[in-house]
Every structure is written in C-alpha cells, then in structure tokens.
C-alpha cells in the first residue's frame, strides 16, 4: 500500500534559517506528490505539488523536488520567517490508491521559527 | 468565492452518543473528501462522494457514514460515538471534473473539533 515518512518534529529554527524537512513515500503507480500546510486552528493548505519524477513545485519561497530514484520529496526553503510557523504535511495521491482523489499523508512536522 | 465551510466548529458529545458533521463545498465543486486528524494516527482518509453517489472509503467502521445532496452539500454522521473518535474531522471539496483526478486540488475547511466525553 501506500505510505509516506517524515521527520519527526518539532523542527525549531532561528529567522532567516535554512530549511529542510525530509519526505520520502512508498507508492505504487506514479504518484503525485504535494505538500501541505497547517495553520493554527486553520485547515490545510495546498504549499506546492509534483506531479511527475524531476518535477519542482515552488510556493511562497519552498521548494520540492520529486526525486523518483531515492523516492524523495524534501521540502526546502532558504530563509525562514516566524511566520511560517506551522505544521507541514507531505502526501502522495495514485491512481491505485483507495479512492483516486484520495490523499496519502505523512504524521506531520512542526515548524517553529523564533525571532 | 467562499471557500469550504464546516459546521459546526466545535462539539462535545458523550460516549453512545451520535453526531452529524456538516461540510458547504464551494461553489461549483461536485466532490468532497472527508478526513479524520487525530495526533495519534495522523490525517486519514474516511470517505468521497461525487454527485451525490460515494466513490471511495477508507478503512473505518461501518458507524462512519456520509452522504451528498444534489447542491453537493455533505454530511457525516457517526452513530455510537467511542472516546477514540476524538478528532478534527476535515472536509475538502475539488472540482470533480477533468483532467485527471489525481492532480485535482484539494480545498479543505477549518474542521469541526469533535470531543467524545
């Protein structure tokens, strides 16, 4: 079946940090590949999606590359701001899945950014 | 354009008990989605309905159910209700039409917080 694996958070980082949170899945088909974002007291929010090996989502200054061969799709961005403090969410959707819009997600990773 | 709209925001309810969620896609979209986000599992999918029909369910018991009217307006009920049912129960809307579905954006709502005393 289908499966994606975080890093456990929470991940604390200082402004203007670097950031990287590890995504790496189990699917079969060619899935795609989304990460999502978590607001306090908010639903999730579409940050960036792939949907094919090499692809690179980017979204307000995140990135993400779908690496097929590691089976990757690590979130980065290059400076952080307390306002992205947040817990993230990676996902993946197949069409073998159950349901074809049906989402896949990882447990999460909290982000912290201090000032 | 609103976006997906979830009542209510917040419920207790006692073990036995039965609960009714209710989820307003938006506008023109056709399909929901509803999930169940608890911190020990995780986000998990429950089930999808498009055109009033279900399409897709997830691995929960049958006191888990839904279903869609003709405006696409969804509901969810849970008949005896358990503590593990404690939850943030989400609802995302996509179009439904198109393209293919699994690069079809989801729009989820706040959530209704479910607490089981």
């Known amino acids: 079946g289908n499966s994606v694996t975080q890093m456990e958070g929470p991940v604390t980082l200082s402004e203007e940090a670097f950031l990287t949170i590890n995504c790496t899945y189990t699917a079969t088909g060619y899935p795609s590949l989304f990460w999502y974002v978590q607001y306090p007291g908010e639903g999730l929010q579409l940050l960036l999606k792939a949907t094919k090996a090499d692809d690179k989502g980017s979204n307000k200054g995140f990135e993400a590359t779908y690496r097929k061969e590691t089976t990757s799709f690590h979130l980065e961005k290059g400076s952080v701001q307390v306002s992205d403090s947040a817990v993230y969410f990676c996902a993946l959707r197949s069409e073998r899945s159950t349901g074809r819009r049906a989402l896949t997600f990882g447990s999460g990773t909290r982000l912290q950014v201090q000032p | 354009k609103a976006g997906v709209t979830q009542t209510p925001r917040y419920l207790i309810k006692t073990r036995g008990q039965q609960v009714t969620l209710s989820c307003s896609p938006i506008s023109g979209h056709r399909s929901v989605s509803w999930y169940q986000q608890t911190p020990g599992q995780g986000l998990q999918f429950l089930f999808e309905?498009?055109?009033?029909?279900?399409?897709n369910k997830g691995n929960f018991p049958g006191r888990f159910s839904g279903r869609q009217f003709s405006n696409s307006r969804s509901e969810m009920n849970v008949s005896t209700l358990e503590l593990g049912d404690s939850a943030l129960y989400l609802c995302a809307s996509s179009l439904g039409t198109g393209g293919s579905a699994t690069n079809e954006k989801l729009f989820f709502g706040s959530g209704t917080q479910l607490s089981v005393l």
């Open positions: 309905y498009f055109s009033e029909t279900q399409r």
